[in-house]
């Protein structure tokens, strides 16, 4: 006759009934931990890694950014991760520059980026905005859009071109926050950044 362990007194328990009882309390334990970071992780944060040089000085190829995704309101300065189908055939980070019916205006001569007739104060670029990618400016982002660049200006291709264009709030992923780990430029092995570093800005 078999009598259901957990229907046992504590008197009665054996010894084995006690490793399998603990076997049991901590596969739960772990059980409940792997799914609560795996929603974390689906619904909340994300590791993603950088290919390419667009996003220099601010990220470089091979850093490895901590992305919110429960940021879902896009607004001007926020690096973001996009997935809007576009003519790479991959995701791309790029930095929004204006929002829904804002309006853009480039001088490619200056390399000065205006929104609604305001000077931008970049400070996270790598180069003035002096590439002209085909797009025609002035021009009004669409409802439900956004206005995207890489702060590498001369070696990013984003909204200026029709390759990628307006990007769909749809598809923007998440928000990166940090910058977790990087590649050393001296060895070129991967690196833990400090944690005063892992901010985006």
């Known amino acids: ?8 007194t504590k008197s009665e328990l054996t010894f084995k ?9 901590i596969a739960s334990v772990l059980a409940v931990a792997v799914v609560t970071i ?7 944060f994300r590791v993603v890694g950088v290919e390419g040089t667009s996003m220099v000085p601010t990220l470089h190829d091979e850093d490895y950014l901590i992305v919110s995704a429960y940021d879902k309101d896009p607004s001007y300065g926020q690096v973001v991760i996009i ?7 991959e995701p791309i980070v790029k930095r929004i520059i204006a929002t829904e019916n804002q309006v853009v205006d480039i001088n490619f001569a200056t390399g000065d980026v205006f929104v609604d007739g ?32 890489g702060d590498n200006r001369q070696g990013s291709t984003d909204s200026r071109s029709d390759k990628v264009g307006f990007i769909h709030e749809d598809y923007i992923l998440g928000v990166a926050k940090y910058k977790v780990f990087s590649v050393d430029e001296t060895t070129g092995q991967m690196k833990f950044n400090p944690v005063s570093e892992w901010k985006i800005h």
């Not at 009934?17 to 309390?25: C, E, Q, T």
Request: charged share 15%.
């Open 38 to 44: 795996m929603i974390i992780f689906t619904f909340i």
């Open 83 to 89: 997935t809007q189908p576009n003519a790479f055939d």
């Open 17 to 25: 009934d006690k490793i399998i009882l603990n076997v049991y309390d």
């Open 1 to 8: 006759m078999i009598k259901d362990i957990s229907k046992k």
């Open 118 to 149: 305001i000077l931008l104060n970049e400070p996270y670029i790598n180069n003035p905005t002096t590439n002209n990618e085909g797009i025609s400016f002035p021009l009004t982002v669409p409802e439900n859009h956004v206005f995207v660049m």
